[in-house]
């Protein structure tokens, strides 16, 4: 699926595309350099979006302390160096929701590239749709400085975009970067994710 990644991820990529569909795949130029979090964490290749879905049919996005105002957005989590994309998957919901869910659609793939890394991706992006099924929402991992959530109709995915791209540039030493820098390289998921929900 990505020439850039691991063999043994790729083999797993397409073994969970054959299980939940085959998802949109874009290879994204920021245009920018990886200096911002998480693109610069050497803990991790990656990330899963967890698309939660929960009972009344919204989309839980979440927002933590340090971010601008309203800067709410779909959950993602860190993949590991050696972690299998699934098994992080469940990991994260686990630490950031405590809910039990169903795994539904394999939505999306991001592979960002920057202005340090050239033709190489530096980072990548695995959104899955994920149904609530059980429990109460609680973050496990009191480290991820969760302020709150919030729950948009799928719709509403493009007007997040369009906000955290607009947000202003102003550098930040939580994400050791630009904040302008850091909505442009979220916003692609949203917008990715309601085209891959609208089809």
């Not at 994309?85 to 919901?93: H, I, Q, S, W, Y």
């Not at 980072?123 to 929402?137: C, D, I, R, S």
Request: charged letters at 25%.
């Amino acid at each position: 699926m990505l020439s850039w990644l691991p063999q043994t991820t790729q083999t797993e990529l397409t073994a969970l595309a054959q299980r939940y569909g085959q998802p949109l795949v874009e290879v994204v130029d920021l245009g920018t350099s990886n200096h911002f979090d998480p693109l610069s964490n050497t803990d991790r290749y990656g990330e899963v979006c967890m698309v939660l879905r929960r009972k009344n049919g919204r989309l839980l996005t979440m927002k933590k302390t340090f971010y601008p105002t309203n800067a709410y957005r779909l959950l993602t989590g860190g993949i590991h160096h050696g972690e299998k994309v699934f098994d992080a998957l469940l990991r994260e919901t686990q630490e950031e929701t405590s809910l039990e869910v169903s795994i539904e659609r394999f939505l999306a793939v991001a592979a960002y590239k920057t202005t340090t890394t050239g033709e190489t991706p530096a980072f990548y992006t695995f959104a899955f749709l994920l149904n609530e099924v059980a429990g109460t929402l609680n973050v496990l991992d009191e480290d991820e400085n969760v302020e709150g959530f919030r729950e948009i109709l799928p719709a509403e995915l493009l007007e997040r975009a369009e906000f955290l791209e607009n947000i202003h540039d102003h550098y930040s030493r939580s994400i050791a970067g630009d904040w302008r820098d850091w909505g442009h390289f979220r916003a692609v998921m949203h917008r990715m994710v309601w085209q891959a929900l609208s089809h």
